[in-house]
């Protein structure tokens, strides 16, 4: 009888081990509940304190938007992102950064101030993917990554900036990476970073985007199919007279940056073709080198364009920003933690729909992802052809060299 009621107290322990509740956050399996060990009240002070740089304009590092203006651009032509132009001004207003991300900096306040979670479970998580994150970067080697950035080409800052950064805070770790880095001759699973065995959680493949017609091209890197990362910064020369310390120093510059631009205008006209069910259209790109990042913004129902300032990547002390994590996690996750544009920005318009104006039915319902080179560009207008006699007398000179070879008329079907 013993034996027996310890067998059934044994099979309850094992019934209750099974039904235990794990963390879902990166292979984690430690109890539901760590989090709220691990994230000390040392770690939310820190943090607070930090995040004076998006809610304290007096802040010397607070972060801000702007609206961008369209005067001028070539986004009718048929250019890619690489020859794209804009002619750019700059509104005279500053927002906060703030402003569209009001719901995801409600549910990371009200975590601050009460350690209370989301009721909502898709809240809950992607509250619990940043607070795990956080915890993970308080390991030195976590940190080890980005202190090489400096000495990396820019495939390679991409690479580990989105599997150790961007991919980590977003709600699913797959990402699409360029195809024109694959390298045949490296293990395509492996990182770049210098931890040997460091797997990436994405795959190379076509992140082309947009329409021969108009603006197109292949982004970077597409993050869980949500948000382009773009890295732009001046290709290493290792054959200049430079040193290797100078060809780092030289950056790509990140604001007004017309490339960014394109790209972030075209991607949000093709996810709001994509999922028109979303109830706004506010979407982001991250423009990064490998000191800083830039966010645009492009609402293709509204035409509006904004634009971050610069963000440090790194802290003074040479660890990966807080700021620049709590930032990239609410762009990362727009689906869940952006609001959209503010009413107060509404009628900041770019001028965009004016500027492409003919071509404007081609963003709208024609763009695409992958594979552009399956599609042509389509004729934006009717065109008249002009000639004079000199050409037509050619003209019926070659339909007689037509007949004497003993083809057809190529005007009679």
């Not at 939310?44 to 995040?51: A, F, H």
């Not at 090489?148 to 580990?160: G, H, Q, S, W």
């Not at 990476?177 to 460091?198: R, S």
Request: with cysteine; proline share 4%.
């Amino acid at each position: 009888m013993a034996a027996t009621m310890k067998r059934e107290r044994s099979s309850d322990k094992l019934d209750v081990y099974t039904k235990k509740k794990i963390c879902r956050i990166a292979s984690c399996f430690s109890d539901i509940d760590h989090i709220h060990f691990s994230f000390t009240e040392q770690l939310i002070q820190r943090l607070i304190l930090e995040m004076g740089s998006i809610f304290h304009m007096n802040s010397l590092t607070f972060v801000k938007t702007r609206c961008l203006s369209i005067l001028l651009s070539n986004a009718s032509d048929g250019c890619p992102f690489s020859r794209a132009f804009c002619r750019i001004s700059e509104n005279d207003e500053e927002y906060s950064f703030a402003s569209p991300f009001t719901k995801g900096l409600n549910i990371l306040l009200k975590y601050l101030r009460t350690k209370e979670m989301p009721l909502d479970h898709k809240e809950r998580f992607v509250l619990e993917t940043l607070l795990h994150y956080i915890i993970d970067m308080e390991n030195d080697a976590a940190q080890v990554p980005f202190k090489t950035l400096e000495e990396l080409e820019e495939r390679d800052v991409a690479i580990i900036l989105t599997n150790h950064l961007f991919g980590k805070l977003s709600t699913s770790s797959h990402f699409v990476i360029d195809k024109k880095w694959k390298e045949e001759d490296k293990d395509q699973k492996l990182c770049p970073c210098p931890n040997t065995e460091c797997k990436i959680t994405g795959v190379f493949g076509d992140t082309a985007i947009g329409n021969p017609a108009v603006w197109h091209g292949n982004v970077d890197v597409i993050v869980n199919d949500q948000i382009v990362v773009d890295v732009l910064d001046v290709q290493i020369d290792h054959n200049s007279d430079r040193t290797p310390t100078e060809e780092r120093g030289r950056s790509v510059c990140l604001l007004k940056n017309a490339q960014l631009i394109a790209e972030t205008i075209v991607y949000s006209f093709l996810r709001k073709k994509r999922h028109p069910e979303y109830g706004q259209f506010l979407f982001p790109c991250i423009g990064v080198n490998r000191k800083e990042m830039v966010v645009y913004f492009y609402d293709s129902e509204n035409d509006v364009l904004l634009q971050s300032s610069p963000i440090s990547l790194h802290s003074l002390a040479g660890n990966v920003n807080l700021v620049a994590i709590v930032v990239s996690w609410l762009v990362i996750n727009p689906e869940y933690l952006c609001d959209g544009l503010p009413e107060s920005l509404k009628e900041k318009t770019s001028g965009f729909f004016q500027d492409a104006e003919e071509a404007l039915s081609v963003y709208e319902n024609e763009l695409q992802f992958g594979d552009l080179r399956a599609s042509c560009p389509n004729p934006k207008h009717n065109c008249n052809l002009v000639t004079n006699q000199l050409v037509e007398d050619l003209e019926k000179e070659w339909f007689q060299l037509l007949q004497y070879i003993g083809q057809p008329d190529p005007n009679i079907t």
